[in-house]
């Protein structure tokens, strides 16, 4: 592949996906890539790779591409100071906001392999108890890598994505098989992934509303105008007094008045103005 390639690729990408490679990257590491991409779907050359793919509009290799495109880092409990502030103040400010017959519904957007929204869920049963026993909880993680939700439902980690679990909470909640560990049953199937792309507005809408969005490290591989974009999606998913978790180097512009930055617990967070 030639310079004039590479972008070409990496502009069409970003038309799809949001998702932007600066030229660094796009040159030491997803050449490579890309070339072994289109090698290994027997393409002889890169113009009738792009050809099939864009005129021809193969939804397998466009996914494909997707997969291999997206960034995939995660493990359990990262950032565990925001779980807290989930069950410590926003859960029972949200249920005392909202009808008994209500339930509280949280999305993860990206869910990468899952362990996100696991973790999410495994804090809602070990510290909400009070809550959990008399009102329902949705939860739902979605990813545009198609591979990683395939993972997330299977709901099987190695000891690197388990490391930062207490022992006791790994024993109650994990069965252990040689070096991997499976969650229990009881969370595994009570959480639904779904694929989606948080660029396509429609899809994300027919999810439904939302009290939290956690979409923690996503928004930094996005121009400042995607950013704006995804941001005010998130907007219209969140019911009244929602909130929205960033991660740690992302925030809400300040010319976007439609969140209220606000401090609970130990986060920073977003609720809906």
């Keep these: 592949m030639n310079d004039f390639d590479l972008i070409k690729l990496r502009d069409f990408i970003a038309a799809k996906t949001g998702i932007f490679i600066d030229d660094d990257k796009l040159l030491k590491i997803y050449k490579r890539k890309f070339e072994d991409f289109i090698q290994k779907q027997g393409f002889e ?40 502030t989930l069950v410590e103040e926003v859960v029972p400010e949200l249920d005392s906001l909202r009808s008994s017959r209500d339930s509280i519904n949280i999305l993860t957007a990206p ?60 024993q109650k909640y994990f069965i252990q098989d040689g070096k991997q560990y499976r969650i229990i049953d009881e969370i595994r199937k009570g959480l639904t992934f779904k694929v989606v792309n948080v660029m396509d507005f429609y899809a994300m809408k027919k999810l439904g509303k939302f009290d939290a969005i956690f979409s923690r490290n996503m928004l930094i591989y996005f121009d400042e105008k995607t950013r704006k974009e995804i941001l005010a999606t998130y907007h219209a998913l969140l019911k009244s007094h929602g909130y929205l978790f960033l991660g740690h180097a992302e925030k809400v512009p300040e010319e976007m008045e439609i969140f209220k930055r606000v401090k609970k617990g130990e986060s920073i967070i977003y609720q809906k103005a």
């Design 111 to 170: 869910s990468s392999s899952g362990e996100e929204l696991y973790s999410i869920a495994i804090y809602i049963m070990e510290y909400t108890k009070e809550f959990f026993a008399k009102r329902d909880f949705v939860l739902i993680g979605i990813d545009i890598d198609s591979m990683m939700i395939k993972k997330a439902r299977n709901g099987v980690f190695n000891q690197r994505s388990i490391s930062k679990i207490p022992p006791h909470l790994l």
């Design 45 to 84: 050359d890169f113009e009738s790779f792009y050809h099939h793919l864009v005129f021809r509009k193969d939804e397998y290799l466009l996914q494909e591409l997707i997969n291999l495109s997206t960034v995939n880092e995660t493990y359990f409990f990262r950032e565990e100071y925001q779980f807290k």
